[in-house]
């Protein structure tokens, strides 16, 4: 009896001294790993800094940027992040294939890993390689044979907006939802050959139904931290209805690739979607469509890419559209030294073309500028750790979220003169233009914007287009627009009215339908 309390008395004892010596282990090896972490904030237990974010989220990380130094790490509820703020430190964390991936919250579980943004390993290889070469295919390059259909499709929604503004006789308008139509159809045009005209009921419902989703998604932003609160009423409503408004997107979508379906011909792939049955069609001779998408349905696969195509090419050019009207109308003298500059090169007989912006560096500048001073996207997109990983010689470990904080290079004081002031002159060297490699509006890396060439023929040919025929003003006795935007994804200018004042010009000669 004796004996049996003592065996077990032994081994009462050896599991404590054996659960003390993993716990101290586990300890001691958790705070080496934590001390090899970047410096940053301390916050709270299970909250992390989470309570003391107060106002804009890019500007919290770019004053805490001031004071923690160029990388930094800081716990937001549940998850850890590495905000880098320094070109160089970014351009080596993309270059590296382990920070390539996308965090794993719920939001990428709606996602499933589908499309291309939340896409991850060969999946998300395989895609990009095949949309930049497809995208080149339908003329979306700089230079060479081609470009003209990039510039045809656009010059044809630029020729209607133009249209839209005149017949307005300079009355305010809110330009915002003119340019949503603009901006969508060039990209609709190129993923499915669809066009909206702005008072359609169906693409109302389609942007009503994209823009709810960008707030529900900003409702749902701190489950992403603290995966419990997706349980609290208002979350979980939000949840369904992102899940609900998702499925109706995605029947909108799989019509349009049912009608594709309907007309397709191998020998003439007309846009994206084709681009997509092509592939699916060749796969299926040759017997492998099972490890076409890594097993993924091929129909869900095509919807999430043109949702991922048109919201990350419709929102970001839209918003740097209009800080760069807004620019306009605060800058008078600098919107008229563009327009001398067109009036010169271009002539008044004719809109701006592609071949013309080699020669109108002022031009140029000021959409350089704008992209600069109002940063579109300014964390751009988050990354995420594949595995442990060494950064400036700090421990980044598997699953950080890494931040590249575009928005805190673009306004820093040490790279630029007065980061505050509106300065196109500071992009123009000689005569012509210079970019240098701390301006990087479309990220930097393996997953640099997949866009950034119809992004840019698309900024200036909207851009010069509209100044060429309009004098952009601010409407009468209101004040002048703000430059504080509304963050979400990107950042978005307050509502604002403008007149659009014809200047003399001949008449534009229309392209042929
Ligand atoms: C002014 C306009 C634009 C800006 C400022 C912009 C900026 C960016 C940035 C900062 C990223 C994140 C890069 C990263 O993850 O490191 C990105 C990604 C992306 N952009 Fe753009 N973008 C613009 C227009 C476009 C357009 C027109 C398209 C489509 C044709 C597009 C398609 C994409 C895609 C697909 C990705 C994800 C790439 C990936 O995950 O591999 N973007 N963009």
């Known amino acids: 009896m004796i004996g049996d309390v003592l065996v077990i008395g032994n081994l009462v004892f050896g599991f404590s001294v054996l659960f003390l010596i993993f716990t101290l282990n586990w300890l001691l090896t958790t705070h080496k790993r934590w001390r090899q972490l970047p410096p940053g904030p301390n916050g709270l237990p299970i909250l992390g800094y989470l309570p003391f974010i107060k106002g804009d989220f890019h500007e919290n990380l770019t004053d805490l940027s001031h004071q923690y130094g160029k990388i930094f790490s800081v716990r937001l509820g549940q998850e850890l992040f590495v905000v880098l703020s320094d070109h160089k430190l970014i351009r080596e964390a993309f270059r590296k294939e382990e920070f390539c991936a996308r965090p794993e919250n719920t939001f990428s579980k709606i996602l499933d890993g589908l499309g291309i943004i939340n896409a991850e390993g060969k999946l998300w290889k395989d895609q990009r390689r095949f949309l930049h070469d497809r995208l080149r295919s339908f003329g979306i390059k700089h230079a060479g044979n081609g470009r003209e259909m990039m510039e045809d499709r656009i010059m044809t929604e630029v020729e209607e907006l133009i249209e839209n503004l005149g017949s ?204 600069r001073r109002s940063t579109a996207v300014p964390l751009g997109t988050i990354h995420s750790t594949s595995r442990d990983s060494y950064l400036g010689g700090y421990l980044i470990p598997k699953g950080t979220q890494v931040v590249p904080l575009i928005h805190a290079v673009h306004m820093s004081e040490t790279l630029w003169k007065n980061p505050k002031e509106f300065s196109p002159d500071r992009f123009i060297q000689d005569d012509t233009i210079h970019k240098p490699d701390y301006f990087i509006p479309f990220g930097v890396g393996r997953r640099m914007c997949l866009g950034d060439t119809l992004a840019k023929a698309e900024l200036f040919l909207v851009f010069s287009s509209l100044l060429h025929v309009f004098t952009i003003t601010a409407t009468e006795n209101e004040p002048l627009p703000s430059l504080k935007g509304h963050v979400g994804a990107t950042v978005t200018p307050n509502k604002f009215l403008m007149c659009a004042i014809p200047r003399q010009i001949e008449t534009i000669p229309k392209k042929e339908a």
């Open 168 to 371: 307005l006789n300079s009355a305010p308008v809110d330009l915002s939802t003119h340019l949503s139509c603009t901006v969508s159809n060039v990209i609709c045009s190129m993923l499915m050959s669809v066009r909206f005209h702005h008072d359609d009921s169906k693409f109302k419902r389609f942007t009503h139904l994209l823009d709810e989703g960008f707030r529900l998604f900003t409702i749902m932003a701190a489950a992403a931290f603290l995966p419990f609160l997706r349980f609290l009423p208002g979350m979980s409503k939000a949840y369904t209805q992102i899940c609900k408004n998702r499925d109706e997107i995605g029947e909108f979508f799989q019509q349009i690739v049912d009608e594709h379906r309907h007309s397709f011909s191998p020998d003439n792939v007309r846009d994206i979607v084709d681009a997509y049955l092509l592939a699916i069609h060749q796969a299926k001779e040759e017997n492998r469509l099972d490890s076409l998408f890594e097993g993924r349905n091929p129909d869900k696969q095509i919807q999430q890419i043109i949702g991922d195509m048109f919201s990350a090419g419709s929102e970001s050019v839209k918003t740097t559209l209009l800080w760069s009207i807004i620019f306009a109308i605060r800058e008078q003298d600098k919107q008229k030294q563009v327009q001398e500059e067109l009036d010169r090169v271009v002539g008044r007989s004719r809109l701006p073309s592609l071949d013309d912006l080699p020669h109108l560096p002022y031009t140029q500048a000021f959409i350089l500028e704008c992209m």
